[in-house]
């Protein structure tokens, strides 16, 4: 068990958590302006949400041949997702297995792993190949050696990983969800757009920011208004692994919309935009749907992955562009609020303050909520 000194502001955040537990819409307030600010309290979600849950590193596509790899840092953890030429998709800690040098950098494709050091090699399985001038070794054997395979599965053509050598059933805790999304059949959307960024404001404010319909006619009066307005969200019952909501079309939108052919007409004049906590939201829409994956760089800064998938091979270069136009220059209006937000968070004066009615806000007290069952819990505090 985790332990604490008096001092450590870290029991005062749980014991706030565990205050909301279980409490009424109706009586949500937004978390005090410290839960965003304070570095300690980064490092525990960090250490008891990404390095413990399961977490959406990106989209099958990109690692769709053979030999595709990519690498990144997860909170301090240096990963590798290969599909390796045996045919299966892994994460493998990349983390050589002599002295522990970073492996593999940046993305492509390979039929091997060189790490630069001493120039082990490694194949896409994260089998230890080859090893110099090794032979003298007696307690060494390079077919016994290999990088850390980590957990993994894919889901609707997502790629999740898990840190945690004992992880949760991620389908089974995802079948609610699924049941609500999947006629859209993300697994067959086509990745079209795809961007690495940082955001200067808290992990939870992007989260939250992606996962509320409140905002989307005020800020986005000139975009995501005119086809999504404020009005037409509606709150979707929480589960253990997810939260959402759906949002209509006005009638504006041109009827020329496409979607998968298992969907209903309801479903097809409808967004559904879900959150699995701790870094991944998606906002499915028939056509094409966006999503994010986010995790924590320090209290105050984000790294999100940014991408668009596509239903159908029908489209133009130019409708993808307009596609990708739109959700840039929204994107744009959040990052630009998102600062400004943080920067609130951070005043001393910055009191909670009272979250608007289900449909419009309900998924930030169900993100409140998903905090206070996984970091409400007591911790022993040890007296100094
Ligand atoms: S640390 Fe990788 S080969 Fe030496
Ligand atoms: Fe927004």
Redesign the pocket.
Known sequence: MTQYSASHPDPMFRKTLRSIRGRDYEQGFSLPGTFYTDPTWTQTECDELFLRDWFCVGRVEEVGKPGDFFSFDHVGQPILVVHGHDGVIRALANV?R????V?ASGSGNTRKFL?P????AYDTTGQLLN?PHMESHQAFDIKNCRLKELSSETWQGFIFVNLNPRPANLKKELAPLEKIIRNYHLEEMSLRYLADEVWDTNWKCLLENFMEGYHLTPLHRDTLHKVNPSRLCSHLKPGKRHFGYSVGFTSRLPDDRIGHPDLSEQEMDTCVMFAMPPGLTVGIGSDYSSFLCLRPLSPSRVSVKLGLIFHGDHWSQQEVDNAIELFQHTMEEDKQVLLRVQQGLGSRFHQPGPLASRDLEGTIWDFYQYLSRNLGAVKKVVKS
């Open positions: 050589c002599h002295r522990g040098t492996v790490c050091y001493h120039h082990w090893a």
